[in-house]
């Protein structure tokens, strides 16, 4: 199957506004190490972390759309029905197992790896409130 223009461009623009995030992210824990050095570190930890964890919410979005994309070819609603809810676990597995290993393996950051995971979502909601019309 190939990959339509309109799942390409909307990843790219997920990608390009997740990753800008995560930059942001990883701003705002450097500022808040800086005043509070003790609580909040700001090491490789954080940005392994954060690059992972966006990668995986980018990742996921772009299965949804190919997902998306796949269903619409579909004639047969159960079976439409069915590989979106296979889809939607099996990402949701994935983004489950990320957040696990975040959290448990050492070289992670947990908060800096969970978080990107909320970046497509938002930005979503973010551009339909400003096309709102």
């Given at each position: 199957m190939r990959v339509q223009e309109t799942v390409k461009k909307e990843t790219?623009?997920?990608?390009v506004c997740s990753v800008?995030?995560?930059v942001l992210m990883w701003i705002a824990f450097f500022l808040l190490?800086?005043?509070l050095p003790k609580k909040i570190s700001f090491d490789y930890r954080v940005i392994l972390?954060?690059?992972?964890?966006?990668?995986i919410a980018v990742m996921n979005f772009f299965l949804m759309g190919v997902t998306v994309q796949g269903v619409l070819s579909v004639e047969n609603q159960e079976e439409a029905y069915r590989r979106m809810r296979l889809s939607y676990r099996n990402r949701t597995l994935l983004?489950?197992?990320w957040i696990i290993l975040a959290v448990v393996?050492?070289?992670f950051q947990a908060v800096a790896g969970i978080v990107p995971l909320l970046f497509p979502g938002g930005i979503l909601r973010i551009r339909g409130i400003l096309e709102w019309k």
């Open positions: 790219l623009h997920i990608a800008t995030m995560t190490h800086i005043f972390a954060g690059v992972l964890g966006c990668v983004q489950l197992l393996a050492p070289c």
